[in-house]
């Protein structure tokens, strides 16, 4: 009798998926829009170099915005949505009033140039732009290219208090940074892939400033932090500083997306101290060591991370469409 009631059940949770397909978890998968839209990463890698040639910001803007779109709600562009009648957008939550405006433009002038193709108009997601977007900043200033994963469809609500607690900050250790990306499907070997995005990321002074100001009641500035960096920090960042400025995260190559972030981090100068304990901590440290002289094995590890992430809460079906204009919803 068991064994009909297990056949009943496994026939009407077969059947469930039959009938409600949008349950299924999106099957994203790399020439997606070969069909419809077969020029498409031609397109955005063309529309996306113009604008690096413009200002190199496009670079840690663009990778900052798809980081903070996926972790809130799922890679579905709804960081992008501009805020409007009651509705207050994720973009206007304190922790994404730093994303740098280059990055939404980045989006929005290559959807502008898929749209341009008549053959493309309103055939691809503003999320999946971003995806391609991120990877050719990345490839643009001396990263690996990859291929991307494709299939996303754009997200039908944004709001500010759905990013509360998502993000991850300046001052995590290292149980909470694993825990924020645990829950996003992410281990520790891809948070510590994913935080050397921070090669050629800029902060605003106030982020780190307790490192080098307030830290304790015995050290001022952090013991974790390079004496002779912390004292150049204080030059860029004195107390009661403008707070629109913003400084490179990595001291020795700014503008170059390679693994020197780690070796930066040997030599105590991790801007943040949510970057510092990858190296301090002992159960990330090997990580840390192992990729500042291997860059071949951090370069895979990166897209083995950035794939992970990019396939974090897709939409599809009824849960999603494709959004006209990326800031709006349709």
């Not at 206007?92 to 740098?100: E, G």
């Not at 494709?150 to 039908?156: A, E, V, W």
């Not at 974790?224 to 009661?240: D, E, V």
């Not at 990580?287 to 094995?297: C, F, K, L, R």
Request: aromatic share 8%; with cysteine.
């Amino acid at each position: 009798m068991g064994r009909f009631i297990n056949l009943a059940l496994l026939l009407s949770f077969s059947l469930s998926f039959c009938l409600f397909p949008d349950t299924i978890s999106a099957q994203l998968r790399q020439n997606y829009y070969a069909s419809s839209c077969p020029n498409v990463e031609s397109i955005v890698r063309t529309a996306v170099a113009k604008k690096f040639q413009e200002t190199f910001v496009t670079v840690p803007a663009t990778i900052r915005l798809f980081f903070h779109d996926c972790f809130v709600q799922g890679c579905d562009a709804s960081v992008i949505i501009a805020s409007s009648g009651g509705n207050r957008a994720e973009k206007d939550h304190p922790d994404n009033l730093s994303l740098a405006g280059d990055g939404f433009d980045t989006v929005i002038k290559a959807k502008a140039a898929v749209d341009a193709v008549p053959s493309c108009r309103n055939k691809v997601s503003c999320a999946d732009i971003l995806a391609m977007a991120t990877r050719d900043v990345v490839a643009l200033s001396g990263g690996p290219s990859y291929a991307v994963e494709l299939g996303r469809l754009d997200g039908l609500n944004s709001t500010a208090a759905s990013v509360n607690g998502k993000l991850p900050q300046p001052s995590f250790n290292l149980n909470q940074l694993n825990s924020l990306f645990a829950a996003n499907g992410l281990d520790q070997t891809d948070m510590i892939a994913l935080s050397a995005a921070h090669t050629v990321g800029f902060s605003h002074c106030s982020k780190f400033s307790n490192r080098i100001y307030s830290f304790g009641r015995q050290n001022a500035v952090d013991p974790t932090m390079n004496r002779t960096y912390a004292t150049q920090l204080q030059q860029m960042c004195p107390q009661n500083v403008d707070p629109s400025i913003a400084i490179n995260m990595d001291p020795n190559t700014p503008r170059k997306f390679d693994n020197v972030y780690f070796k930066n981090l040997q030599k105590g100068q991790g801007l943040f101290t949510s970057d510092q304990v990858l190296f301090t901590d002992r159960r990330s440290r090997p990580t840390v060591d192992a990729w500042a002289t291997n860059s071949q094995a951090f370069n895979q590890a990166f897209i083995t991370a950035m794939t992970k992430l990019g396939r974090v809460g897709v939409k599809t079906g009824r849960n999603g469409n494709i959004r006209r204009n990326c800031a709006a919803f349709n």
